[in-house]
Every structure is written in structure tokens, then in C-alpha cells.
């Protein structure tokens, strides 16, 4: 079979069989992550976004190496118009966060001068600490643009990222990664220092941290921690997308 009979003649984007195949790979990775994630016990690295983001690579990698067409070609043409289709949930799952918001808004009009001083004041930190350890291992504009507005979820970095000059497939890449690593650590941090009499605290750290993922994990240690990881999803992406460009304009990223 060669590139012609599988995709069609011209390999034209609009046609339905090329929407369907993004749609049916981003499915199928993502279910065999989540089948491994749950016979192993919840092993980190089969956790289903960051495992079926693998697994879907190497399969676009082998099927461009088989037709003998470019990966970034494949990607653009094979791919890309159903996982659009895929990518455009993120934003109502996004707006989702705000149903656990609304179940505790007791908490958050109690503790909302606090909530936000330090996501702002934690974001402030973030993105200096980001810049400088990016500059101290010589990475290059376009990366530490990439890698600056991470600590919003995926949906919203990724454009912001694009206006300041950085990559939108390093920065969602970066963003899955950072949200996996708080996803599998998130116990052992909550116990080493001592958080757990703490879920506001808890709650805003893993949505800060952790985004989606963080917030999945707060919310199966309570109400207030999820209710609070919502808001820190929320607002934190708020933030992010009025001081990173400020930011990356005052140290001449772009």
C-alpha cells in the first residue's frame, strides 16, 4: 500500500477518512494508556495524556518512515485535521473547572485575598526562575518563550506561547510533562512537607502544578482541594496571560 491508496489522491485535508484517522489515533493511544494505567497499579508513566502523547508520535513517526514522507508533513496533513477536531474540547473542559468552584465558593470568598497574592506573587517567582535557569543552560529565545506561560494549562499556553515568539508543540509537550511529574509525586510532596492539614494550600498547589492533572488528583482528596486546584487553574491562566508577554517583552524574548 503505498501513501496515494491509503490517504487518497492529493492527500487532501478536508476529506473525512483524513479527520477520522487523527480522531481514531488520539482515541486509541490514549484508551491503551488508560487500560495500562490501571493494570499497573497507576505506574506514572502509563498515565493516559502522557503516555498516548508518546505512543502517538512514535506511530506518526513509523507511518511517515513507512510511506517515506516527512514527519512534519504526515503530521500536517494525516493528523492534524482530526486532532484539531480533538484539541478544540480542551477549551469546555477547560471552562469545566468551574463546576467544583461553584460547589465550594465558601471557601474561595473566605480565602480570596490569599488565593490570589499567591498565585500572583508564585507566578512572579516562577517566571524568573524559569528565565534564569533557561539562560544559565543556554537555551535559545525560542524555547525559553516556549517554556515561559507552562504554568497555565495546555489550551491557553499554547497560543500564548505561539505570540511571543515560542514553539506550541514544546510548550503543550511541557505542560503534559510538568502536570505528569506532579501527578506522580503529589503524595510524597503533600507528606514531606507536611501539607496535609493544609487543602487550600494543597488544592492551589496542584492546580498551579499540576493543571488538569493536578487538579484530578486534588479532587479525590477532598472537596476544598478541588474546589481550590479549579480556581488555581483558572486564575493562575488569567495571570499568565497578562504578565508573560509583559514579561517576555521586558527581557527581549520577542
Not at 13 to 20: E, M, S, W
Amino acid at each position: 500500500m503505498n501513501w496515494i491508496d491509503f490517504f487518497g489522491n492529493g492527500l487532501d485535508p478536508k476529506a473525512d477518512h483524513i479527520a477520522f484517522f487523527g480522531i481514531f489515533l488520539s482515541i486509541a493511544v490514549f484508551l491503551i494508556g488508560q487500560y495500562l494505567f490501571k493494570i499497573s497499579g497507576g505506574f506514572f508513566l502509563f498515565q493516559p495524556l502522557f503516555f498516548g502523547m508518546v505512543l502517538g508520535i512514535l506511530i506518526l513517526w513509523l507511518m511517515a518512515k513507512w510511506f517515506g514522507v516527512s514527519l512534519p508533513h504526515f503530521y500536517q496533513s494525516a493528523y492534524k485535521p482530526g486532532g484539531d477536531i480533538i484539541f478544540w474540547f480542551l477549551n469546555p473542559a477547560t471552562i469545566a473547572f468551574a463546576i467544583p468552584l461553584y460547589r465550594r465558593n465558601d471557601v474561595v470568598k473566605k480565602f480570596w485575598l490569599e488565593i490570589l497574592l499567591s498565585l500572583i506573587i508564585g507566578m512572579i517567582i516562577s517566571l524568573i526562575l524559569i528565565y534564569s535557569l533557561s539562560k544559565a543552560l543556554g537555551l535559545h529565545n525560542s524555547m525559553i518563550a516556549s517554556l515561559l506561560p507552562t504554568a497555565a494549562t495546555t489550551a491557553i499556553a499554547m497560543p500564548i506561547s505561539g505570540s511571543i515568539g515560542g514553539v506550541p508543540a514544546v510548550t503543550a509537550m511541557a505542560c503534559i510533562l510538568n502536570a505528569v511529574l506532579v501527578y506522580a509525586v503529589a503524595d510524597m510532596l503533600i507528606k514531606l512537607f507536611r501539607l496535609d492539614s493544609d487543602p487550600v494550600g494543597v488544592g492551589l498547589g496542584l492546580g498551579t502544578a499540576g493543571h488538569t492533572l493536578g487538579s484530578a488528583k486534588a479532587v479525590t482528596l477532598g472537596s476544598i482541594q478541588g474546589s481550590m486546584a479549579s480556581i488555581a487553574v483558572v486564575i493562575i491562566s488569567i495571570v499568565v496571560d497578562l504578565v508573560v508577554p509583559v514579561f517576555a517583552s521586558m527581557v527581549h524574548l520577542h
